[in-house]
């Protein structure tokens, strides 16, 4: 069965040439248990390992069943050995975190076994060696003749022709000792048994043929007991090999079929080792999920700082809200935007809300006293007009109401509330009450104070639109409130049509001191309209302290109720190249139009000028042209734009628009993120692959006994990979949901990074932390491979 033909072998090191075996001549069959004797170093394992086909040899040929084996490659002795031989050796070479079944299991599975056929068997064979009742106990709790038990169990399982055994009972008492060789005497029936041993005489009542080695030859080859031809009867050697052949599974590994059994193989062997070694899964698992965060992180960092947006200042004075989530929609023919665009526009994907007045969400509005605005009082008594002119205009444009009467002051602390419009709720988002439906009527959140059907006083400036030194306020009506809680306050159409109407265009300048001579006004101010119901017609009220500009030679201003008389005239002056004005409406243009300023003054901060709803309603026809959209974040800007744009509109980004001029500082931050970002993803890559090898060589035991038993290396490296994997993918997945729970929990530096989290960044994270985990394994299984080789 087994011929040595001058069978010799060398181990080279840097400085020297040593021979293990020098022209070995020997033939084995069937049937016979043989035992290979000599002093340490003789050459005993290694004769054993050219056999078993786990080392080559060097000159000379082995022949197997008549066949050479000189072209035998690294598959070819990988099939012998997992289809020929079955190993027995003294430190049992078992899988101790495997179970008793799973370590029998391991070898019919490497044999192209199916698992539940390869766990019946294992079951089977453990009972044949004396371990019934000990299937789930691990290979570890073992006591050593149990394990040495276990481990002809395995042999025995595989059904192989050839059994080596290199000292069986090295580790054994003599008692246990004799049950194993009793044993192996048993297996030598219809099987070739080569046993290598010090201890001689216990074997020697055992064994049909004693070899023995000294420096590499062969100098003791003689029967010993004689072998029992009975067992064997009237078949051939060819016979009883193939008898001992499996019968269920094919040996050839070079089909189709068995390279598409190594994947589950792979896959099964993964999976065993996750359920027997949770420690070191969990350990896996843990370092895996902080290189996952860490990654997620920075990976979100360097897309934050994709957009360069950031780098530039903000300009209010385009649309003095900064919001990175607002986009200003218009027709494409410029005519008014009307509900039915807004509900179509709120369809779009990733859009939260759309309001129908662009302009108003420019405004700002105070309604909380000593939050959002305070009083004070008194006046400057000693100061005369042109000292308030020339040094006191600060004040003024800060919000101070009156320099003239002893009256109060407000003054605005913050300006971070901006109006919206009724056309971004429902009824469905009402709890009680309803949407307003005139001027004076608002929608919120009840906070204790501000309860439905109670009274608010609300303030409202708009910078880049009035100025920063006209407001305008009125008493407001809660007749609505909302669901959820929130601190926006929605406010009714007209409201927000009237004053944002001047952002249109649609302005209107007082004119006085009439002059006679030259039939012509001396002065002009810019003027804006508020409705005031109680107003009809013509009538108009102008700000009690409100200054006029000099005159002429005048030094001085004068409030306005000193200089207006009780009638006077208003120029409408209009942008006639905007669509969407009536005829009526153009004829307007440049018409004065008389208004009688009544003795009444009213309250608001001077610039206002308040209106009949006729008289509006005569000069500002148009409703609003644009309206503003909300997304989700920031990264849906390019990709709802697009959106918008095949829906028939034009869009544009607020903030984008508005960032002009790159900031030094910011551009040097940004590239100082985008550094540090990649520096740290590169150093992850080295740490990650030098920790998580390093952890994986623990395996590398596991992986020779797998070798031992005939696994292709290929297939060893897919375990690795395959076990691998699902750690990473299972720690991908958990350091997901842990960011998801933080960016929920409103942390605002997570909530800042995860909104540049869309579908590309996903996919980055995932494909970075896979590419890495596939490297680490590809460097482990470099090793690995050179250890075996070795």
């Not at 993964?270 to 290189?291: E, V």
């Not at 509005?365 to 009083?375: A, M, N, P, R, S």
């Not at 005369?384 to 600060?394: A, L, P």
């Not at 009527?441 to 204790?448: Q, R």
């Amino acid at each position: 069965m087994i011929v040595l033909q001058n069978i010799s072998k060398y181990y080279y090191t840097d400085t020297s040439v040593t021979q293990a075996l020098r022209k070995i001549n020997l033939e084995f069959k069937i049937g016979e248990f043989v035992a290979i004797t000599g002093e340490s170093g003789s050459g005993k394992s290694t004769l054993l390992n050219v056999i078993s086909g786990m080392d080559a040899f060097d000159d000379g040929e082995m022949f197997f069943c008549g066949e050479p084996t000189f072209q035998y490659d690294a598959a070819d002795w990988e099939n012998f050995r997992r289809n020929e031989i079955g190993f027995v050796f003294q430190n049992y070479s078992l899988i101790g975190h495997y179970t008793t079944v799973e370590n029998i299991k391991s070898a019919l599975l490497i044999m192209g076994y199916q698992e539940e056929e390869a766990t019946r068997k294992a079951v089977t064979y453990l009972e044949k060696v004396g371990l019934k009742g000990l299937e789930k106990q691990r290979a570890s709790e073992l006591s050593s003749g149990q394990k040495q038990r276990l481990s002809i169990a395995r042999a025995l399982a595989k059904n192989t022709s050839i059994i080596v055994a290199d000292e069986p009972t090295g580790n054994l008492d003599r008692e246990t000792g004799d049950q194993i060789i009793q044993l192996l005497k048993e297996l030598s029936k219809d099987k070739l048994v080569l046993m290598v041993t010090h201890n001689y005489d216990q074997a020697e009542p055992y064994v049909t043929r004693k070899i023995r080695l000294h420096d590499g030859e062969v100098v003791v080859d003689v029967p010993v007991n004689e072998q029992d031809e009975s067992v064997i009867d009237s078949k051939t050697e060819q016979e009883v090999m193939a008898a001992a052949k499996r019968e269920d599974i094919t040996a050839d590994t070079t089909t189709k079929e068995w390279k598409k059994k190594q994947y589950r193989i792979a896959r099964i062997f993964a999976r065993m080792n996750t359920k027997t070694q949770q420690s070191r899964a969990w350990l896996f698992r843990t370092f895996l999920f902080l290189t996952a965060i860490i990654s997620f992180v920075f990976i979100g960092e360097l897309f934050a700082n994709a957009d360069d947006t950031k780098t530039k200042n903000y300009d209010r004075d385009i649309f003095y809200q900064k919001n990175d989530s607002r986009l200003s929609v218009r027709k494409k023919d410029g005519s008014a935007m009307t509900t039915k665009d807004v509900a179509k526009l709120k369809q779009i994907r990733n859009v939260v809300t759309a309001d129908q007045y662009d302009y108003a969400n420019d405004i700002n509005y105070y309604v909380d006293k000593g939050k959002d605005y305070t009083y004070t009082y008194g006046t400057t008594g000693s100061q005369n007009t042109s000292d308030v002119i020339s040094n006191g205009y600060e004040e003024v444009s800060t919000g101070v109401r009156s320099q003239y009467h002893d009256d109060k002051n407000v003054k605005f602390l913050h300006r971070n509330k901006f109006m919206h419009s009724a056309t971004c709720i429902t009824k469905a988002d009402l709890k009680k009450g309803r949407l307003p439906k005139s001027r004076n009527e608002i929608v919120l959140y009840e906070d204790g104070k501000k309860k439905l059907n109670s009274t608010v006083e609300i303030y409202f400036t708009s910078s880049n639109i009035m100025g920063s030194e006209t407001y305008y306020h009125n008493k407001f009506k809660v007749v609505g409130v909302l669901k959820e809680k929130t601190s926006q306050i929605y406010f009714d159409n007209d409201l927000c049509h009237m004053l944002s109407a001047a952002a249109d265009g649609d302005q209107c300048t007082l004119f006085y001191s009439f002059d006679l001579k030259t039939q012509d006004y001396l002065g002009s101010n810019q003027f804006y309209l508020v409705i005031n119901d109680k107003l009809k017609g013509s009538e108009a009220r102008v700000s009690r302290n409100h200054l006029l500009q000099p005159v002429g030679y005048d030094t001085y201003s004068s409030p306005v109720e000193d200089i207006i008389p009780g009638d006077d005239a208003l120029t409408v002056q209009f942008n006639t190249n905007r669509k969407g004005l009536s005829k009526e409406t153009l004829k307007l243009d440049d018409v004065r139009q008389k208004l009688h300023v009544t003795d009444k003054l009213n309250d608001q901060s001077g610039a206002i000028l308040e209106v009949s709803e006729e008289f509006f309603n005569k000069i500002f026809t148009r409703k609003s042209t644009q309206c503003s959209v909300y997304i989700k974040n920031y990264t849906k800007t390019d990709q709802v734009i697009r959106d918008i744009e095949k829906a028939g509109y034009t869009a544009v980004s607020t903030y984008r628009i508005s960032s002009v001029n790159y900031n030094e500082n910011k551009v040097m931050d940004r590239l100082v993120f985008i550094g540090i970002s990649v520096g740290i993803l590169l150093v992850l890559i080295i740490v990650e692959i030098l920790i998580l090898r390093s952890l994986m060589k623990i395996k590398i035991k596991d992986f020779f006994v797998m070798k031992s038993m005939g696994m292709q290396i290929h297939m060893i490296n897919k375990i690795s990979l395959f076990e691998m994997t699902r750690y990473c993918i299972e720690a991908l997945l958990a350091a997901v949901v842990v960011m998801l729970g933080l960016y929920a929990a409103g942390i605002p530096v997570i909530r800042e990074m995860m909104i540049y989290y869309g579908v590309a960044t996903y996919l980055c994270f995932f494909v970075y932390n896979l590419l890495l985990e596939y490297a680490t394994v590809r460097s482990f299984n470099k090793l690995l491979k050179g250890r075996m080789a070795s």
